[in-house]
Structures are given as structure tokens and as C-alpha cells.
């Protein structure tokens, strides 16, 4: 893109902000009075053409004022955005809370995600912090009929997972207590990878081919930090933002609505933050802007997300989702915070490497 003149950038980040907080077109009148812009309306009007030629802003009808783009929310989130971070009277109130319920993984991840959705009124998503690498400690495998059985895994980081397994043959329960127990041996304590390589060194039967194959195929999805869990709070939130109660046609809304809600389930938004963030370093926040999404339900929504934990240890990812016309600086700082709490708790659990 090309570079924009300082008088540019101040009236596209003015219009960005005003847009943020009133959620109407902005007029050039407005622009020149409430912020008080050291140009005439006419030279406003002129340098809002320009960015709209730019595809930084558009007109959604001809009497109407300017509304930012895709592009101009990044040209403002990149270029134009005041820092902001959190009072400490807010770091105080979120610290308390958390000294409240001590060392209760669980309650961290519940919290942490309540926290965002109210300090932000959007939707918060928090994935639970897991290993890396999933590391088999003990499975079990219980009879349920002549030609199924259910498999519990219990991994090295206490998680627990259990799989039903379909056999091509009846097996009795002191047949599958002895397999276990020899498997247990053998796969105890070993990642997905030690697992293949072991399965493929030693002459297992295909009940045991079975079993270990669906081990492997569970510790892999256990280190995947994108994985196939996450938590959702304050989805109210969203929709009560004027895109989704009162902006444009009753159809058009409910569409939002609907969109929303569709990302909002794991099948859909996992996959689509994996895409965006596997290449990622773990530090830091990253913005994702409506069309900047693979997904067509994504078109009209934001997203600010950061990973949680350190490289190689314990760690998943955290963030907000709401309405493109999102108060970035706030969210940015509220993310990040939130983000190196959950750093120094996990350091603090696991040690200072936050690993496994």
C-alpha cells in the first residue's frame, strides 16, 4: 500500500475511533468538529476520497458518512493505534481473584476467560493448557459387549481420555486385562511418536495393533494446542453489540447472528486460529480482521488472540471475539495481560520452564 500523508493517517484514525465508538457512518462535519481537525470540512471530504480510492474506508449509500474497511481496521491496528494497558486497579482486582482460587488448573482457564469477556464485553475463548507432547502414563481397557470395549488413558500430565474401541472378535475381560498389561509395559511413559516406533519393532497381535494405533492417535490430538476443547464465555456479549440488535435489515442481522454463532462452535474456529497461528511465535498478540479469516461465517467478525505457556512446556491459547468494529488498543492490552498471568501461574505449577 502506498504510504498515506500525516494529514491522511489523522483523519483515517479519527474516523477509526469515532466509527468504534458510535457504530454510525461518519461525516466529515463530524470529524472537523469533535476532534477538531485544523482543516475545513471541503479538505476533509477531499482526503476521504482519497482513502476511500485506497479501499481504507467505504460509503454504505451515497448520503451517508464513511465507515472503515478491513484494510483501514489494519492500517489503524499496524500504523495508527494509541498503546493502552490495563489500571492497576485492574491488575489488582484480576490478581486477587486469581490468589482466590490457588492452584485449581480448572478454575484458572474459567476465570481468565471470564475476566476478558467482562473487562471487554465480547466473547472470550480459552483453550485448556496441555502438553506439547501427550505422554502415555497408564490405559485401561474394560469390557463393554462381546465386540466392543472402552479404553481410559491417563496421561503423565493428569489428563484422562477414553475411546471406545470396535473388535473384530469377541474377547473376554481377562484377555483385555492382560493385553493392557502388557502394553502398559511396553507404552508407559512414551509420547505418540515412541509409541509408533515401538508398535512397528515388536509383533503385536491386531486387537493390540488396535489399541496402540488409537493411543498414538490420542496423544497426538492431546499435543495439539489448538486441540479439540475449548472454553466460551460472555457470547451474550456480542450479541448484544448494535451489528447483531439493531444495524441494517432484520435479515441481515439475523445472518450475523447465525455467523457468530457457527464460529463460535470448536468445529469451526479451532481450525481457523490453527491456520493463523502454528507458524506464530508464542509471544505476543495477533489481531485477525474479519475478511482476513478462511471462513466465510468470519467475514464479520474479530478476533484478538494470544498463545499462553512457554515453547516446549505446558501452554494453550487465549483471546476475545467480537464485532469488527472492536476497541483494538483495549482488547490488544487486555489479551496480553491476561496472557502473562496465566505465563507466571503455569511457571509457578510446573516450574520455572512451564514444561511437562
Request: charged share 20%.
Amino acid at each position: 500500500m502506498t504510504p498515506l500523508s500525516q494529514r491522511k493517517q489523522q483523519i483515517l484514525r479519527v474516523l477509526v475511533e469515532e466509527y468504534i465508538h458510535t457504530a454510525t457512518p461518519v461525516a466529515s462535519e463530524t470529524l472537523v468538529r469533535k476532534y477538531g481537525l485544523k482543516y475545513s470540512s471541503a479538505t476533509v471530504r477531499h482526503e476521504l476520497a482519497g482513502l476511500e480510492e485506497s479501499n481504507l474506508i467505504f460509503q454504505p449509500h451515497t448520503s451517508a458518512g464513511r465507515m472503515p474497511t478491513d484494510l483501514g481496521y489494519r492500517y489503524f491496528v499496524e500504523h495508527l493505534m494509541r498503546e493502552s494497558a490495563l489500571s492497576l486497579d485492574e491488575q489488582r482486582l484480576i490478581r486477587h481473584q486469581f490468589y482466590q482460587v490457588q492452584d485449581q488448573l480448572d478454575q484458572w482457564v474459567r476465570l481468565t476467560a471470564s475476566v476478558m469477556a467482562r473487562l471487554l464485553h465480547s466473547a472470550a475463548i480459552m483453550t485448556p493448557p496441555r502438553s506439547n507432547e501427550g505422554c502415555l502414563k497408564h490405559f485401561e481397557i474394560l469390557a463393554v459387549t462381546e465386540l466392543s470395549a472402552h479404553l481410559v488413558l491417563v496421561l503423565t500430565d493428569g489428563s484422562v481420555k477414553q475411546q471406545r474401541l470396535l473388535l473384530d472378535r469377541p474377547i473376554r475381560q481377562d484377555e483385555l486385562s492382560a493385553l493392557s498389561a502388557r502394553l502398559n509395559s511396553l507404552f508407559a511413559e512414551r509420547t505418540a511418536t515412541e509409541i509408533d516406533v515401538i508398535a512397528s519393532q515388536v509383533d503385536l497381535s491386531p486387537v493390540e495393533q488396535l489399541v496402540a494405533h488409537t493411543i498414538s492417535r490420542i496423544l497426538q490430538q492431546h499435543g495439539d494446542l489448538f486441540g479439540d476443547v475449548f472454553y466460551r464465555e460472555g457470547v451474550i456479549n456480542i450479541l448484544e453489540q448494535p451489528e447483531y440488535s439493531r444495524l441494517g435489515p432484520e435479515t441481515a442481522r439475523n445472518e450475523r447472528v447465525r455467523n457468530v454463532l457457527e464460529v463460535l462452535e470448536q468445529n469451526r474456529l479451532l481450525p481457523a486460529l490453527a491456520s493463523h497461528l502454528r507458524d506464530q511465535p508464542s509471544d505476543g498478540v495477533q489481531v485477525i480482521i474479519g475478511g482476513e479469516n478462511e471462513w466465510e461465517e468470519m467475514k464479520d467478525v474479530s478476533l484478538v488472540i494470544a498463545r499462553y505457556g512457554q515453547e516446549g512446556g505446558v501452554g494453550g491459547l487465549l483471546g476475545v471475539i467480537g464485532p469488527t468494529r472492536m476497541q483494538y488498543d483495549r482488547a490488544i492490552a487486555v489479551v496480553r495481560y491476561m496472557a502473562n498471568v496465566m505465563n507466571e501461574l503455569l511457571s509457578e505449577l510446573y516450574g520455572g520452564s512451564g514444561g511437562s
